[in-house]
């Protein structure tokens, strides 16, 4: 449970680093989530689109910043999420998650935090940034 006496504007949320994309990681996320678009999964289709090769679906770096939330709050807690694609995800990229709570408030009578997200790479290239809104118990 979170404690609301305790969370501060400013506080971090503990970052989540994933492991480098791979084209397994690819091909299981196409399974999981039924996105089999081939710009993600087929290097040739992903050249005749004018690309190096394949990368990354925007909702598996989503993914990842949803894994950092939850880690940080039940998931019932959760009141809103949402995101901005900001770069393209190669293959080998490593993400890194962080939250930074910006706001402690109240809505409905129940306390609420927003915490700012972002989704970057080893290099520090930010490749989403992002929004939620969480109860606070």
């Known amino acids: 449970m979170l404690d609301l006496s305790t969370i501060r504007e400013g506080d971090s949320l503990p970052t989540v680093v994933k492991p480098p994309i791979s084209r397994s990681t690819l091909a299981l996320f196409a399974g999981g989530s039924g996105d089999h678009n081939p710009i993600h999964i087929d290097i040739d289709y992903a050249k005749q689109a004018g690309f190096d090769d394949v990368f990354a679906h925007g909702m598996l ?72 809104v969480i109860a606070v118990y």
Not at 61 to 77: F, I, R, V
Not at 90 to 101: A, F, K, L, N, P
Not at 102 to 118: A, K, M
């Open 61 to 132: 770096s989503m993914a990842y910043l949803g894994q950092l939330l939850t880690n940080w709050a039940p998931q019932q807690a959760l009141r809103s999420y949402s995101v901005r694609f900001r770069a393209i995800t190669h293959i080998g990229d490593e993400i890194s998650c962080s939250g930074r709570v910006s706001e402690v408030f109240q809505e409905n009578d129940e306390p609420r935090v927003r915490i700012e997200l972002t989704a970057a790479n080893q290099n520090g290239d930010v490749k989403l940034i992002g929004e939620a």
